[in-house]
């Protein structure tokens, strides 16, 4: 079952700060995220694992909410080079295949 | 770096055609998968394939076909592509632990 990203859409200033969520409704193992620049392939940017973990890469951070189901990605001070699609992957076991939501547009404008 | 090679960008077919798209991959993962992209529908898997002559259905596998002869490439098929196929098609690949790698797509256009 495909996960539900909010929002679908969203604008910003260069500085500004976004959350991305990601929700199941089935309990999960792990959480993927992955940017896509308009023409490009999607980019692997980091994995959650059960455990209710938090990473940071840069000034993008990510949480993993397991009693929730639900990923949130922090973008904070955002930058021009952060516009893009962002997904996130659910995998509901390890070695399940990855179920991919609908994506967040996130543009960020000088 | 892992490459994920998808031989054609862009493809023009008509109703009825038959369709290859390849994707040749050059780190030796297990796993390959085929996705189709539309706006507001994000990434669907049509199928996977876990290894070599080993197959299975994704989530939206009507219409399609695959074929995976040799560990480094996964072939996807339309055997009568139909214009409800137009989509982006990206390919992609995973070793254990499930971080997928994917190529830059294949925009087909079913006229």
């Known amino acids: 079952q495909q996960p539900v990203q909010s929002p679908q859409a969203v604008i910003l200033r260069e500085g500004e700060d976004a959350v991305i969520n990601c929700s199941s409704s089935?309990?999960?193992?792990?959480v993927h995220w992955y940017r896509q620049k308009h023409g490009e392939a999607p980019v692997f940017l980091m994995i959650?694992?059960?455990?209710?973990e938090q990473k940071g890469h840069d000034k993008i951070s990510a949480s993993f909410n397991e009693k929730k189901q639900q990923s949130s990605l922090y973008l904070t001070a955002s930058q021009l080079s952060y516009s893009g699609t962002y997904f996130c992957?659910?995998?509901?076991?390890?070695?399940?295949?990855?179920?991919f939501g609908a994506g967040t547009i996130l543009r960020v404008k000088s | 770096d892992v490459k994920v090679t998808q031989s054609s960008r862009y493809l023009v077919k008509r109703t009825g055609e038959k369709v290859f798209l390849e994707c040749v991959q050059d780190?030796?993962?297990?796993?390959m998968f085929w996705y189709r992209q539309d706006p507001g529908l994000g990434l669907r898997l049509i199928y996977f394939?876990?290894?070599?002559?080993?197959?299975e259905k994704g989530d939206i596998p009507e219409g399609y076909s695959v074929s995976r002869e040799k560990k480094e490439r996964f072939s996807l098929i339309l055997e009568s592509a139909s214009t409800n196929q137009t989509s982006m098609y990206l390919c992609?690949?995973?070793?254990?632990?499930?971080?997928?790698?994917f190529g830059e797509g294949s925009w087909l256009t079913v006229v």
């Open positions: 992957g659910t995998e509901r076991k390890y070695g399940n295949k990855l179920v």
């Open positions: 992609a690949t995973a070793a254990s632990g499930n971080t997928i790698y």
């Open positions: 780190m030796d993962h297990e796993n």
């Open positions: 959650l694992l059960k455990g209710g």
């Open positions: 089935k309990a999960l193992y792990s």
């Open positions: 394939s876990y290894d070599v002559k080993m197959k």
